[in-house]
């Protein structure tokens, strides 16, 4: 079945120790998105990649930073993760273009917890 | 700018009674509307989704009508279950800047 994947599910990472997350695709979409969602929030769109064009959210934290090597990867590299960063982390795909509207389809998300 | 209100949970509902989640949007143009489901643990699931007025999603027993005239897409089901127990999301997407925009979640406890 066509899906999203993410890797680790859950990760154990040390303050300021650098921490990357991994996602992968099989739909073939061009878009693909990071969001944080804390406990009992919404997820919060971090950035996304359309095709290989990066886009930035204006609130996003210096600290986060993304990499797209090729269509069906995406890496989320926090450099210093602090005691704030601790949250799910989830990744979407969509496939856009010719002004046509998509739905997201998310992965199952990566825990990140900070000691 | 867009937004999404959906109603404050917790819902907590005996197994077969009706389910309304209430969800009311202000957006730009013509949006798209979803709901997504979320389990403990796991990431979100597409749960139903309507691009137009009048259209009504459907899945697993859920409805939700685009009602444009109410800026509406209460999400429905006629008989819970003890696993339907989740985080339900609102949510609608305009094709600018290709965001998603959520409402703040509303959960869901279904009890035998």
């Known amino acids: 079945d066509a899906m999203v994947i993410q890797n680790p599910r859950y990760q154990v990472t040390q303050f300021g120790k650098p921490v990357t997350l991994s996602c992968s695709q099989t739909l073939n979409h061009n878009v693909m998105y990071w969001y944080q969602q804390k406990s009992s929030q919404a997820p919060k769109l971090l950035f996304h990649y359309y095709d290989k064009d990066f886009n930035n959210e204006a609130d996003t934290p210096d600290n986060f930073q993304s990499r797209r090597p090729n269509t069906s990867f995406c890496f989320l590299d926090i450099r210093s993760p602090g005691l704030g960063d601790a949250a799910m982390y989830l990744c979407?795909?969509?496939?856009?273009?010719?002004?046509?509207?998509?739905?997201?389809?998310f992965g199952p998300g990566t825990r990140l917890l900070v000691l | 700018g867009n937004s999404v209100t959906q109603m404050e949970g917790p819902v907590t509902l005996s197994e077969e009674a009706f389910l309304t989640i209430n969800c009311t949007y202000t957006a730009t143009g013509y949006p798209s509307l979803f709901w997504y489901v979320q389990y403990p643990g796991e990431g979100l699931q597409l749960l139903l989704k309507a691009t137009k007025a009048d259209d009504k999603g459907s899945n697993k027993g859920f409805e939700a009508t685009y009602r444009k005239e109410t800026t509406s897409f209460h999400l429905e089901k006629g008989s819970v279950q003890v696993s339907d127990s989740a985080v339900y999301f609102c949510?609608?997407?305009?094709?600018?800047?290709?965001?998603?925009?959520f409402g703040t979640g509303t959960r869901l406890q279904v009890t035998l």
């Open positions: 949510a609608l997407y305009t094709g600018t800047a290709s965001k998603l925009t």
């Open positions: 979407a795909t969509s496939r856009e273009g010719q002004g046509r509207r998509e739905t997201q389809y």
